[in-house]
């Protein structure tokens, strides 16, 4: 019987190899492309709001198949890419955080003169035919996609939208984390087990408390993957694990200090630092104004039809030029970057079909097996890729060969940027302007 590993090298091989010959097909009408698309002073815009990574690769896509008569209009807050997959462990482990934020400049070097232009500000809302930002532009638009993600409070994600700001909060975060002794890490998803387990590994005298609402750790995961991950925490880092607990956070935000929490069973407990980590809140109030029946009562997401086209629940047959992908859409795949990745070329063609006249008709279908697979770490080395597929299935493989910065400079080749730059306590900063690519 194939072992863990060939199954997942195998399901690996069975999507990228057809997928590395797409892509090859690509690069080569994208080099055509750019020899055909003119610049004309009529285009209209196609507009992406987030620059995170399901924004990114549709933008990426845009000006490499955009007709002439068309560009794109790239919109997003911060001034780099927060490479969020690194953030749990920048927030522990001093002198990297500055790796975690990515030169957006790289990523369409290719790409016509022209066809391109990155406005650095907020999307605050959204007409039938323009996008309104803070700073009081006004952004004409004749399709538009909304990949703005959800919001986390620190050490999930940063509030600041510059480089430099972003790295003094990582900075605060883990001056905090190394001054507390006692330090109990509310929520057990992916964040939460990586802050704990890191915080364990990297400072093994401090006592580390781990507390989960539900009976099982990864709660959106499989059973191996629960009870590999509980016993790596209690046996090998000797994190205490509290389960079935939801004690009601500190106030003053999800990072507070000489706090208490009440547990269950009436007793209470003094923490030097209690650290928050639960829950998502998707942007998707910036639709709110213009089809309110679009975000769910439930979730917050952005309801979206089989072609991720938005679905404006109270007016059926109502159909807008307006796509959503990634975490802020209620689209039935996982809420990972690889799934607003793959999300990202459906929203790709439907664009196109619409701009030539034809009916939207490509639609979602999630590959639950690799868009939801994770790789977890469980301290400085440990580790565990796992995947599972829609009937339950899956497969688990751990290992012990990690990077303490989780090979970050994967991350800066793969969006074009020179990861030199990283190392460069003082490194210019790129891409805060509003800039044609």
């Given at each position: 019987?194939?072992?863990?590993?060939?199954?997942?090298?195998?399901?690996?091989?069975?999507?990228?190899?057809?997928?590395?010959?797409?892509?090859?097909?690509?690069?080569?009408?994208?080099?055509?492309?750019?020899?055909?698309?003119?610049?004309?002073?009529?285009?209209?815009?196609?507009?992406?709001?987030?620059?995170?990574?399901?924004?990114?690769?549709?933008v990426k896509r845009l000006t490499e198949t955009l007709p002439t008569g068309y560009k794109a209009v790239w919109?997003?807050?911060?001034?780099?890419?927060?490479?969020?997959?690194?953030?749990?462990?920048?927030?522990?482990?001093?002198?990297?955080?500055?790796?975690?934020?990515?030169?957006?400049?790289?990523?369409?070097?290719?790409?016509?003169?022209?066809?391109?232009?990155?406005?650095?500000?907020?999307?605050?809302?959204?007409?039938?035919?323009?996008?309104?930002?803070?700073?009081?532009?006004?952004?004409?638009?004749?399709?538009?996609?909304?990949?703005?993600?959800?919001?986390?409070?620190?050490?999930?994600?940063?509030?600041?939208?510059?480089?430099?700001?972003?790295?003094?909060?990582?900075?605060?975060?883990?001056?905090?984390?190394?001054?507390?002794?006692?330090?109990?890490?509310?929520?057990?998803?992916?964040?939460?087990?990586?802050?704990?387990?890191d915080i364990k590994d990297f400072y093994p005298g401090k006592d580390v408390t781990l507390i989960h609402s539900?009976?099982?750790?990864?709660?959106?995961?499989?059973?191996?993957?629960?009870?590999?991950?509980?016993?790596?925490?209690?046996?090998?880092?000797?994190?205490?694990?509290?389960?079935?607990?939801?004690?009601?956070?500190?106030?003053?935000?999800?990072?507070?200090?000489?706090?208490?929490?009440?547990?269950?069973?009436?007793?209470?407990?003094?923490?030097?630092?209690?650290?928050?980590?639960?829950?998502?809140?998707?942007?998707?109030?910036?639709?709110?104004?213009?089809?309110?029946?679009?975000?769910?009562?439930?979730?917050?997401?952005?309801?979206?039809?089989?072609?991720?086209?938005?679905?404006?629940?109270?007016?059926?047959?109502?159909?807008?030029?307006?796509?959503?992908?990634?975490?802020?859409?209620?689209?039935?795949?996982?809420?990972?970057?690889?799934?607003?990745?793959?999300?990202?070329?459906?929203?790709?063609?439907?664009?196109?079909?619409?701009?030539?006249?034809?009916?939207?008709?490509?639609?979602?279908?999630?590959?639950?097996?690799?868009?939801?697979?994770?790789?977890?770490?469980?301290?400085?080395?440990?580790?565990?890729?796992?995947?599972?597929?829609?009937?339950?299935?899956?497969?688990?493989?751990?290992?012990?060969?990690?990077?303490?910065?989780?090979?970050?400079e994967r991350g800066w080749r793969e969006f074009g940027a020179d990861f030199k730059q990283a190392n460069a306590?003082?490194?210019?900063?790129?891409?805060?302007?509003?800039?044609?690519?």
């Open positions: 019987m194939p072992s863990d590993q060939t199954k997942l090298i195998g399901k690996a091989l069975g999507f990228f190899l057809p997928y590395l010959g797409r892509a090859t097909v690509q690069r080569v009408a994208a080099i055509c492309h750019s020899w055909t698309w003119k610049d004309t002073p009529d285009s209209k815009n196609v507009v992406v709001l987030g620059g995170s990574f399901a924004g990114i690769q549709l919109i997003e807050k911060n001034s780099h890419l927060n490479y969020l997959f690194n953030f749990p462990r920048f927030s522990v482990m001093q002198g990297h955080e500055h790796m975690a934020f990515i030169p957006y400049d790289g990523i369409v070097r290719a790409a016509p003169d022209g066809i391109l232009t990155r406005v650095h500000d907020t999307a605050v809302g959204i007409t039938e035919n323009q996008v309104l930002l803070a700073l009081g532009q006004k952004i004409d638009y004749a399709y538009l996609a909304i990949a703005t993600g959800s919001s986390q409070p620190l050490p999930v994600n940063v509030a600041a939208t510059e480089r430099e700001d972003g790295c003094q909060e990582l900075q605060g975060v883990q001056e905090v984390i190394k001054a507390s002794e006692k330090i109990a890490v509310v929520g057990g998803g992916a964040v939460g087990v990586e802050l704990a387990s539900r009976g099982q750790l990864m709660s959106h995961f499989g059973k191996r993957l629960q009870d590999y991950t509980l016993s790596a925490l209690r046996e090998e880092l000797k994190i205490r694990v509290m389960l079935n607990e939801r004690p009601k956070l500190p106030g003053g935000g999800s990072m507070a200090r000489s706090a208490t929490l009440v547990f269950s069973d009436g007793h209470e407990e003094q923490f030097d630092l209690v650290i928050g980590c639960t829950g998502q809140q998707p942007n998707s109030a910036v639709l709110a104004s213009l089809i309110p029946s679009a975000i769910s009562k439930e979730t917050s997401r952005i309801l979206v039809q089989p072609t991720l086209q938005v679905l404006a629940k109270d007016e059926p047959d109502r159909n807008p030029p307006i796509f959503a992908f990634g975490d802020v859409a209620e689209h039935g795949g996982p809420h990972m970057a690889r799934a607003g990745w793959l999300q990202s070329e459906v929203v790709l063609d439907n664009i196109l079909a619409m701009i030539h006249g034809q009916t939207p008709s490509r639609t979602y279908t999630p590959n639950v097996f690799l868009e939801g697979a994770i790789k977890l770490t469980l301290g400085k080395k440990h580790n565990v890729v796992y995947a599972m597929e829609a009937d339950g299935s899956d497969v688990m493989v751990p290992s012990r060969d990690g990077r303490l910065d989780l090979g970050i306590p003082d490194a210019e900063r790129q891409g805060e302007s509003v800039s044609g690519a």
